[in-house]
């Protein structure tokens, strides 16, 4: 009965041990490699040139970030059109912000965008076309070897999560079966931050992460007058300025006169009429 209890103890500790093996060398397992009979590893010649081939066919993985500075004659109206030419070409604004204008600008607005790297070119076309560009800067960062290694260490770390379920499916010892738990448990916590990994390099790629950038001209205000003539145009603009100021308070003022005027009118109707029957 003993014995009968040894075996599968050593067989699920020789499990796991192969479990973490796996795990740890990634795609090291995958390349066609083999051991000697005295426990030396012995190199595939042929596996290694399938999996150069394999990574030599399979797409590049570029991750493309940057940023884009235009001057706009009206900044918000343009953030708003940048974001309607961005969400047609499938993507979305991941950043919005905006500046109303002040000191002699007119505002300015800072966009985030996330743009499908297949349609970047001709989406950056179109943006531009919203102003006068006054810089451009693209950034590529190639993770094609990252993304390779996830792969691989995801499909050893699912290929000895299923050895394990497979062998607590059998198992019937209290101390085995939390043993394989305790693994299973840890094996696919470390496979599901593997995928999240992954998910997350697949979203940096596919969509690539640009921040635009929309800005005004600064307009100077008006110089004082600096000789007599401007200084006549000056007094003259002020005087047409203040009679124009004068006119619009008379016209918001003007309701308000006639009300009151209507009121004192009927006042003094009703004290001539006491004043007469007195």
Not at 12 to 21: F, K, N, Q, R, S
Not at 79 to 94: F, L
Not at 205 to 224: G, Y
Request: with cysteine; charged share 20%.
């Amino acid at each position: 009965m003993r014995r009968i209890l040894i075996f599968p103890a050593a067989a699920i500790l020789a499990t796991l041990a192969l479990a973490g093996c796996t795990a740890n060398s990634g795609a090291s397992d995958q390349s066609g490699g083999s051991m000697s009979s005295e426990g030396a590893p012995m190199i595939s010649v042929e596996g290694d040139k399938m999996v150069s081939d394999s990574i030599a066919e399979s797409p590049r993985q570029v991750i493309t970030t940057g940023y884009v500075t235009i001057t706009v004659d009206k900044p918000v109206d343009a953030a708003a059109e940048a974001v309607r030419i961005v969400e047609q070409s499938g993507g979305r604004v991941d950043g919005r912000s905006e500046s109303a204008p002040v000191n002699g600008n007119a505002g300015s607005a800072t966009l985030t965008l996330r743009i499908p790297s297949s349609t970047l070119t001709a989406t950056l076309d179109k943006l531009r076309a919203l102003g006068a560009v006054q810089e451009v800067s693209l950034n590529s960062a190639d993770v094609t070897m990252e993304t390779q290694d996830l792969d691989a260490r995801i499909k050893a770390m699912s290929a000895s999560v299923d050895r394990l379920l497979a062998l607590l499916s059998t198992a019937t010892d209290t101390e085995n079966l939390i043993t394989l738990e305790t693994a299973i448990s840890d094996r696919q916590a470390q496979l599901e931050s593997m995928e999240s990994q992954r998910r997350y390099y697949a979203d940096q790629v596919s969509l690539s992460t640009i921040t635009v950038n929309l800005i005004s001209e600064f307009i100077a205000p008006t110089p004082d007058p600096d000789n007599f003539f401007d200084g006549i145009a000056a007094g003259w603009a002020s005087f047409v300025a203040f009679f124009a100021g004068l006119l619009v308070a008379l016209g918001v003022a003007l309701p308000w006169l006639v009300f009151l005027g209507l009121i004192a009118l009927v006042i003094v109707v009703i004290v001539r009429r006491r004043t007469r029957k007195a």
